[in-house]
């Protein structure tokens, strides 16, 4: 099955930048919704970013806070989804996973994606 490990997680002051990865292995489909969600303590999920990866139309969905600050890439191979972000804050502080559906854009619902890495935190103070 559908294999994601994240990296790039890390430590870092308010106003400041981190790129986070994730290598996903044996996807089926040439197309294929790659997104990063975020959670912190007490809270629930949130979706953060999506990107219609592979072969598909590249159509991207951006949780409110975070555009203009975070953006979600592919790698030319197509088998590694980036989130760059960027002007951190204070609340951006969670553990940020990564997410992937096969075959269909699902946008930002954590309910619709099959596959999840084990997650990566980020920290900002």
């Known amino acids: 099955h559908v294999q994601l490990v994240e990296s790039g997680g890390g430590s870092v002051q308010t106003g400041g930048s981190l790129a986070l990865s994730c290598v996903a292995a044996?996807?089926?489909?040439?197309?294929?919704?790659m997104a990063w969600f975020r959670q912190s303590p007490g809270k629930e999920r949130e979706g953060v970013a999506a990107l219609y990866a592979g072969n598909g139309d590249g159509r991207t969905y951006y949780r409110q806070s975070v555009k203009g600050r975070f953006i979600i890439s592919q790698s030319a191979d197509k088998h590694t989804v980036y989130l760059h972000m960027n002007i951190l804050k204070p609340e951006d502080t969670a553990m940020y996973y990564c997410?992937?559906?096969?075959?269909?854009?699902?946008?930002?619902?954590?309910?619709?994606?099959?596959?999840w890495g084990q997650g990566t935190q980020v920290t900002v103070s």
């Open positions: 044996k996807l089926t489909y040439s197309s294929n919704c």
């Open positions: 997410a992937a559906e096969e075959g269909r854009w699902v946008g930002g619902d954590a309910r619709q994606y099959t596959y």
